[in-house]
């Protein structure tokens, strides 16, 4: 195939005229350039398509006057697939993408024929370790011929892009902590960068590692926050941050870490990392006598070889509501007041979007793009928010918004240079943050037990009356150009094209382009199941192809959509691609599922266990679903012919028997507290009247 045309072309070549070709940029050359190069349609090289993390294609052959014709092209079913939130990369023909499992894969771009797959093999590394994060990733890396893959358990691994062979693989962190992946690796410049997850899971100290992309070695590694002083400061930054901390941080590890959000801008060459919200959330704790706390919350500008700081500027100083600014941190080049401007377009979790000179970090303006009641506005003299005083739950509990879900999460914002806006599937939540029944100054996270600080409950009235919608905002004026609202919360990423229209997959299913200058809806299409991933675009053969993982997924994925009647399993997990030209139709969807208990007639129910069950259950819910309403992204457990049985029970709970399918293993839970939840199962799930409930 390609590798075989490539050795011929190239051996013909040398043994003609003596010179090394390119050969048609065959996979495997160098192609550092390409990964700026915003006028490349053949390829989607890098997360956000190129550098730029805009997501935006100059494609034109869709466009507003023919969207409404899409078709399958092609698809590709992924029946052990679950939760798919991955963007896939396409280079030289090829799609590459990574599913549950973090399990890769390499299709023919043009029509879904497998070329390679790749398995990690995540439970076998994780042994019994593992019962905190996903084993879903939202993307890949790629850098002179290496696909880069980032593992659950946290190793960053090379594999050649040509066969799916492992060249190198080395782990990003201790087993022993309680941290995961779930971002996209980030290759430029010789190097890959790579953070994790896991702030709430105990207590944590983020950092992004960066590896020679060639041999896997490491180059550098920068914290997020300062650690403990007496172990003196690994650099200039974290004295300067250690400043604006209090107390004994470092027994709570501080925070900041970087799970998402990696820009790299070769016009500056400079590295930009967002950083996570406070470990714990509770500022109260982890620095008592106050502080800004850097760097939480911030985009960090650093010097891609070395590691070292060049400059910050910090969304939410002192943190105290899991305000990361982990979001996409996307490069634009605006004209204002007569002057091209070089910036960075951030809309964090706090509800504001923020225009960044990108040379200095200097803040050039911020508006909040959503109900934003912690702070009134960002004082652009000091690039500093401007607090509501109930906003830090100091005089009992307050209501917050936005939530802890954030105005926008990792789900992809695009910005269209031709329109002039960005594109934020944005979330309208709040949150009650209270510190009642938390003993401030005794309060202390354990490794995968973990803990935020603080109590949460939901408000009774949310600040609008839809969940979500998808807005497009003008970076200049900041000012809001038109939305749509939506009704499920937790929808996908957008991508903008030349061809005026905007994409995105929405929660319920629906996947849909946008006219980007008006929000007009031109085309519908339903996938069938909950859409988590953003989509890409990519002209091949005289075709251009709309390529999108539909399978419901991430963080939150538990929560939602309880009422939709996705089943795990049931309802097919697939790769569709999207052309004018496409004939083909999906198999018809199979109708909404609402599983209803197993009979099991000889099951009695023990209340005090179930009871204990209950409060066991909070481990399970993220994924099973809060109330045992599963929402399709782990099988529902009162359907569940396992959950009646301790001998199986035991064996996918405590041993781990399912780990390469996302279950994590729970090695500490005793007999009596597995019966407690198999209790708890049965009492909850004969309770639910399903569907009508709902
Ligand atoms: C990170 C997500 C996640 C969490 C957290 C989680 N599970 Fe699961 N669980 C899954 C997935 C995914 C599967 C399906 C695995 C497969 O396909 O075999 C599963 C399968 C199961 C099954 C087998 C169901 C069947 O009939 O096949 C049981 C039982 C189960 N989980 C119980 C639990 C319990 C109890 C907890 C909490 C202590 C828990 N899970 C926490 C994701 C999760």
């Not at 160098?30 to 956000?48: F, V």
């Amino acid at each position: 195939m390609y590798k075989f045309s490539v050795q011929y072309c190239v051996l013909t070549l040398i043994l003609l005229t003596g010179w090394f070709p390119s050969c048609n940029k065959p996979v495997g050359t160098d192609r550092e350039q390409d990964l700026a190069d915003e006028s490349n349609t053949s390829d989607w090289l890098a997360y956000g398509r190129t550098h730029s993390e805009r997501r935006f294609s100059p494609l034109t052959d869709i466009d507003t006057s023919n969207v409404s014709r899409l078709q399958v092209d092609w698809f590709l079913d992924l029946p052990r697939d679950h939760a798919l939130v991955s963007t896939p990369l396409v280079i030289d023909g090829i799609l590459y993408f990574t599913g549950t499992g973090n399990v890769v894969r390499a299709v023919d771009a043009t029509n879904s024929k497998a070329l390679w797959t790749y398995d990690p093999e995540i439970a076998k590394e994780i042994g019994n370790h593992r019962k905190v994060g996903w084993s879903h990733s939202r993307g890949l890396s790629y850098y002179r011929g290496k696909i880069f893959l980032a593992t659950w358990d946290g190793r960053l691994q090379a594999l050649d892009a040509g066969s799916g062979k492992l060249i190198w693989s080395t782990r990003t962190f201790d087993l022993n902590k309680p941290w995961f992946i779930t971002g996209a690796p980030k290759a430029f410049k010789g190097k890959v960068v790579i953070g994790n997850g896991g702030t709430e899971q105990g207590p944590s100290r983020g950092y992004v590692t960066a590896y020679d992309a060639e041999t896997g070695q490491q180059a550098w590694r920068f914290y997020m926050v300062p650690g403990n002083p007496a172990d003196g400061f690994e650099n200039e930054a974290m004295r300067m941050a250690a400043g604006t901390w209090t107390g004994e941080w470092w027994k709570h590890g501080g925070g900041g870490n970087a799970w998402h959000g990696f820009t790299y801008d070769p016009e500056l060459d400079l590295l930009y990392i967002g950083t996570g919200n406070g470990s714990p959330w509770n500022r109260k704790i982890r620095s008592p006598g106050g502080g800004d706390n850097l760097f939480l919350s911030s985009i960090l500008a650093l010097d891609p070889d070395t590691g070292e700081y060049r400059w910050h500027y910090q969304t939410t100083p002192g943190e105290s509501w899991d305000y990361n600014s982990n979001m996409d941190i996307v490069l634009a080049d605006l004209m204002l007041e007569g002057i091209k401007t070089k910036v960075i377009l951030h809309a964090p979790k706090n509800g504001f979007f923020y225009v960044i000179n990108r040379e200095t970090g200097k803040l050039i303006s911020a508006k909040p793009f959503v109900e934003t009641s912690w702070a009134s506005e960002i004082d652009l003299s000091t690039g500093r928010p401007v607090e509501i005083a109930a906003a830090r739950y100091v005089q009992g509990p307050g209501y917050v918004t936005p939530g802890p879900h954030g105005a926008h999460s990792w789900h992809a914002m695009s910005f269209n240079p031709i329109t002039g806006l960005a594109y934020i599937p944005s979330i309208h939540d709040g949150n009650v943050y209270s510190d009642q029944g938390i003993d401030l100054a005794s309060w202390q996270a354990v490794d995968f037990k973990g803990g935020i600080g603080v109590g949460l409950t939901t408000p009774e009235k949310l600040p609008r009356d839809y969940p979500a919608s998808l807005q497009a905002w003008d970076p200049v004026t900041q000012k809001l150009a038109w939305s749509v609202p939506q009704q499920e919360l937790w929808n996908a990423g957008t991508l903008t094209t030349a061809g005026k229209l905007v994409f995105q997959g929405r929660a319920d299913g629906k996947f849909l382009a946008y006219h980007a200058s008006t929000g007009e809806i031109l085309w519908t299409f339903d996938a069938g199941l909950g859409i988590s991933a953003p989509p890409i675009t990519y002209k091949l053969k005289g075709r251009q192809y709309l390529a999108l993982l539909v399978g419901w997924g991430g963080a939150f994925a538990g929560v939602g959509n309880k009422a939709l009647g996705w089943e795990y399993g049931k309802h097919m997990r697939r790769l569709i691609v999207f052309s004018l030209e496409g004939k083909k139709a999906l198999p018809p969807l199979p109708p909404p599922y609402f599983p209803v208990p197993l009979d099991a007639p000889d099951f009695e129910v023990n209340d005090s266990l179930a009871k204990a069950g209950q409060s066991l259950y909070g481990k399970c819910s993220g994924c099973h679903g809060p109330g045992l309403l599963a929402a399709g992204m782990a099988p529902d457990l009162k359907a569940s012919a396992i959950a009646l049985n301790l001998d199986l029970f035991r064996l996918v709970v405590q041993k781990g028997e399912r780990l390469n399918m996302g279950m994590p293993a729970y090695p500490d839970l005793t007999d009596e507290q597995l019966l407690s939840l198999m209790h708890w199962i049965r009492k909850k799930g004969n309770e639910i009247l399903y569907p009508k409930e709902l």
